[in-house]
């Protein structure tokens, strides 16, 4: 009988040592009674407040294009971490807009990245590492104007990337349409460019060398 319980002792002694072994690294919280050991484990607190959450990081900057602000559309101003400064602003006739601390700040004319990185200049009196970014939310301001033998006549909206093709298949051609005869007539610099159209080609998926992006105030012209 006094072998038995040792052996048994002996066994349970054995068995702590390994789950003890296999609990390292981690904090473990026991309550001892004899002949067994009650615990669990938890794993291991972190070693500081930096390693107990993910350092947080700034969204990524969504202004890196080549669009040039216009009048009257729509813009989201987001400063990171400053709710009180982030505003969805419309451009005024004069081309600024208005900011709670800057007040007036000029947008036409500039990309949204040049616009953010302007703002952020003029930020650093007031906000230790501004970071702002800039989307246009609305756009009202580009349009292209049809003209001439198409369904629809007048101005048009130009989306980004707008093709002639895609503003002739918008638009629609009359029955009288001489869609070898179309052309771009683009005022840049104080000069007039002619950019020839051949339709029919194009929707075949020919001669696309001619189907043009189209830029702020061209005229489509149908003839």
């Not at 009674?33 to 607190?45: Q, R, T």
């Not at 969504?62 to 969805?88: F, K, M, N």
């Not at 081309?95 to 949204?112: M, Y």
């Amino acid at each position: 009988m006094a072998v038995s319980m040792i052996r048994s002792r002996s066994a349970v002694t054995l068995l702590t040592l390994v789950w003890g072994v296999a609990t390292t690294g981690l904090s473990a919280q026991c309550n001892s009674f004899w002949p067994f050991n009650s615990c669990y484990a938890s794993p291991s607190a972190p070693s500081s407040a930096a390693d107990a959450a993910p350092d947080k990081q700034p969204p990524p900057d969504a202004s890196q294009d080549s669009y040039v602000i216009g009048t009257e559309e729509t813009l989201r101003i987001t400063v990171w971490q400053e709710p009180e400064l982030s505003e969805t602003l419309p451009v005024r006739p004069d081309g600024k807009i208005s900011l709670p601390l800057l007040n007036d700040v000029q947008a036409t004319g500039l990309t949204p990245m040049e616009l953010a990185a302007s703002i952020t200049e003029r930020l650093k009196k007031y906000v230790d590492d501004p970071r702002v970014t800039v989307a246009v939310s609305r756009v009202q301001s580009r349009h292209v104007y049809m003209v001439g033998e198409v369904l629809r006549r007048g101005p048009m909206s130009l989306t980004p990337n707008m093709t002639v093709l895609q503003a002739l298949v918008t638009a629609g051609l009359t029955p009288f349409a001489n869609t070898k005869k179309i052309y771009v007539l683009r005022v840049k610099n104080g000069s007039q460019q002619r950019f020839s159209v051949n339709y029919k080609p194009m929707i075949k998926g020919k001669n696309m060398s001619q189907n043009i992006f189209l830029e702020p105030e061209d005229m489509v012209i149908v003839p």
